[in-house]
Nanobody, 116 residues
Framework: QVQLVESGGGLVQPGGSLRLSCAAS????????MGWYRQAPGNQRELVAT???????NYADSVKGRFTISRDNARKRVYLQMNSLKPEDTAVYYC??????????WGQGIQVTVSS
């Protein structure tokens, strides 16, 4: 059974930075896609960024140029470096893994709050 555990969230001032990490455990087959999604109160969960096993990335327009996703395949980790944070980035951030056979796994989520 695959499990995903996020870390690195918290409270940051506008313009600040945070780095989220997601550690995967269990048997994970390649190729796969790991990514970050977020959900703000009253909103639907939305894509933030994804990265494939080979390093291909995809970003939501709202975070392009500010966020960077990366992964360490050997350690089964995915990261999200978030710079120039805005209050509208406030949300619960979820790690997601889509495995080779199409199974989708989610982390439990971690709060990111951008406020002065």
């Amino acid at each position: 059974q695959v499990q995903l555990v996020e870390s690195g969230g918290g409270l940051v001032q506008p313009g600040g930075s945070l780095r989220l990490s997601c550690a995967a455990s269990g048997t994970i087959f390649s190729p796969n896609v790991m990514g970050w999604y977020r959900q703000a109160p009253g909103n639907q969960r939305e894509l933030v960024a994804t990265v494939g096993t080979g390093g291909t990335t995809n970003y939501a327009d709202s975070v392009k140029g500010r966020f960077t996703i990366s992964r360490d395949n050997a350690r089964k980790r995915v990261y999200l470096q978030m710079n120039s944070l805005k209050p509208e980035d406030t949300a619960v951030y979820y790690c997601r893994l889509v495995g080779s056979y199409g199974y989708v796994y989610w982390g439990q989520g971690i709060q990111v709050t951008v406020s002065s």
